[in-house]
C-alpha cells in the first residue's frame, strides 16, 4: 500500500476553535502525528505532516500517513490510528475525502494503463469498490469526487477496438473513481464518510485488501478483450505520464511562494506547464504543498490584497478550478479590477460553475472589450437549464449591485440570441 489520504475539513469538531493553518499545524498536525508509528520496519517513508490545502477554507489540510508496505503490521496500524481519531475529538462527514494510493516497486505507466483498461471490462469487480456495506451501514463511494462513468466509455473503446479514443481517456484526470496519479500511483478515490462510524473500519480494509488481490491477479493476466496483453498496450498511445516536478519548477514555485508578486511576471507559461505544476506536490519551506494552492496563494494575494493584474491564464486556470471552495471565487471576482481576454473568458464560462452574480461581475468588468457577438459567445457557452430564473438572476444582481446602471443592451441582445426571446418577452423576465 502507498499512501493512505485523509482530507479533514472544517467540518471536523476540533477545527471549530482554530482561526488559521498555524492552528491547524499545532494541534491537528501534532496529535495525528503522534497517533500513527514512524519508525516501524513497514513505513517506507515517514508521513510530512499536514500540509495546507486552499481549497477547504483557511484552516483547510491533508494529512498524509507515512508511505508503507501493505502488511498485516500496516493495516493493523491503520485501523487503531483511524479508531483513535475519535478519541482526539477528530470526526468527518461526506465533504472529507479518504484516498488510498497504491503501487509497487518500479510500477509503470502502461501497468496503471493496464490495471484500469482491466477495472473498466471487469463489471463485476467494479461494484466492490463503489461502496461499502456493513450490516448496520451503506456508504456510496460514487459521487462528482470519484465518477466511475469514465470506465463504461474505456470498455466500449475497447470492444470497438477504438484505441484512439482509448488512448484519449487514459490520462490524469482527477475526479475519478481510480485515477492514474501523475506522481506514480493509482489513487483510489472513492471513499468518504465512513471512518466516524462504528464496525466500519475494519470492512473497509477487507475491502482493500480485495482490491489489491484483484490488481495481483490482473498483472498475471495475458489478455484483454480480443488482446494478448503486450499487443493491446503497444496499440495505445496515452497521454499520461508519471514524473515529479523538475529542479528548476521547485525553485520557480519556491519563489513564488515566498514572493506571490511574481506570478505576474509569468504570464509565457502554457496552460500546460501550468496544469503540469498545479498537480504537482512541491516541497515548499520544509512542507508539502500543492502547485495549485501556491498558485491560489499568489492570485487571491495579487488581486485581493494589493489590487495588481495579473496573467489571465492564471486567473482562468484558478476560477476553474473545480474543488475552489464558492467562498474564495467569490472574493476574487469581486476584486477583479482587471478586463479578461475573450480567449480566457471563455474557458471560464465553460468550466466553471457560474452564478447570477459571478456572470454579472465578470460581463460588467470586460464589457468594453467585448464585442456584441462575443458576448453572445459567451452566454452560449453557459449552459443553463432554468433559463428563466437565471436572467431573473441576473437582472436582480445587476440591479442591486450597479444602482443606476442599466442593464447594458449587449447582454439583452445576447440573452435573446441565446433563448431565442423578443425584446417583450426579456423585458417581462427582466
Known amino acids: 500500500m502507498h499512501d493512505v489520504l485523509l482530507n479533514l475539513d472544517h467540518n471536523n469538531e476540533i477545527l471549530s476553535e482554530l482561526y488559521s493553518f498555524d492552528d491547524v499545524e499545532k494541534v491537528v498536525g501534532k496529535k495525528m502525528n503522534n497517533l500513527f508509528p514512524q519508525n516501524e520496519p513497514w513505513i517506507i517513508k515517514p508521513s510530512t505532516g499536514v500540509t495546507y490545502d486552499g481549497s477547504l477554507g483557511v484552516c483547510g489540510f491533508e494529512w498524509p500517513s507515512p508511505t508503507m508496505k501493505f502488511t498485516p503490521e500496516a493495516i493493523h496500524s491503520c485501523i487503531s490510528f483511524l479508531k483513535n ?7 468527518v462527514d461526506e ?7 497504491l503501487a509497487y516497486p518500479n510500477i509503470t505507466e502502461q501497468d496503471a494503463i493496464w490495471i484500469v483498461c482491466n477495472l473498466a471490462m471487469d463489471t463485476e469487480f467494479q461494484k466492490e469498490i463503489i461502496a461499502l456495506e456493513t450490516n448496520d451501514y451503506y456508504f456510496d463511494f460514487v459521487g462528482y469526487y470519484a465518477n466511475p462513468d469514465y470506465l463504461d466509455y474505456i470498455r466500449y473503446a475497447i470492444n470497438d477496438g477504438d484505441f484512439a479514443k482509448l488512448s484519449s481517456m487514459l490520462d490524469n484526470t482527477k475526479y475519478r473513481l481510480l485515477r492514474i496519479h501523475p506522481q506514480g500511483t493509482l489513487e483510489w478515490r472513492g471513499p468518504r464518510d465512513f471512518i466516524s462510524y462504528d464496525n466500519t473500519i475494519k470492512p473497509f480494509f477487507t475491502k482493500l485488501y480485495q482490491f489489491v488481490t484483484w490488481i495481483s491477479h490482473v498483472m498475471n493476466k495475458k489478455t484483454i478483450g480480443d488482446y494478448t496483453k503486450e499487443n493491446f498496450l503497444s496499440m495505445i498511445n496515452p497521454s499520461v505520464k508519471f514524473g515529479k516536478p523538475s529542479m528548476n519548477m521547485i525553485h520557480t514555485m519556491e519563489k513564488l511562494w515566498n514572493n506571490p508578486r511574481l506570478i505576474q511576471k509569468m504570464g509565457n507559461m502554457t496552460y500546460q506547464s501550468i496544469l503540469k505544476l498545479a498537480d504537482s506536490i512541491v516541497p515548499v519551506d520544509g512542507m508539502n504543498y500543492s502547485g495549485y494552492s501556491i ?10 490584497k494589493h489590487n495588481l493584474t495579473i ?26 479590477h482587471q478586463p479578461i481576454p475573450i480567449k480566457e473568458m471563455q474557458k471560464i464560462c ?27 459567445q459567451i452566454i452560449k457557452d453557459i449552459d443553463f437549464i432554468d433559463y428563466k430564473t437565471i436572467i431573473k438572476d441576473v437582472a436582480f444582481y445587476w440591479r442591486n449591485a450597479y444602482r443606476g446602471v442599466p442593464i447594458p443592451p449587449k447582454i439583452s441582445v445576447a440573452l435573446m440570441n441565446k433563448y431565442n426571446l423578443t425584446s417583450a418577452q426579456l423585458e417581462e423576465l427582466f
Request: a positive charge.
Open 311 to 336: 496573467p489571465p491564464k492564471f486567473l482562468a486556470h484558478t476560477l476553474c478550478r473545480q474543488n475552489l471552495a464558492r467562498d474564495y471565487k467569490c472574493d476574487i471576482i469581486r476584486h477583479l
Open 85 to 91: 481519531l475519535k478519541k482526539e475529538h477528530i470526526y
Open 95 to 101: 465533504t472529507c475525502g479518504f484516498h488510498v494510493h
Open 295 to 304: 498558485f491560489y496563494k499568489a492570485v487571491s494575494d495579487c488581486v485581493i
Open 350 to 376: 465553460k468550466l466553471m460553475n457560474l452564478e447570477a452574480w459571478q456572470i454579472s461581475s465578470l460581463l460588467f468588468i470586460c464589457m468594453e472589450s467585448y464585442s456584441i457577438d462575443d458576448i453572445i
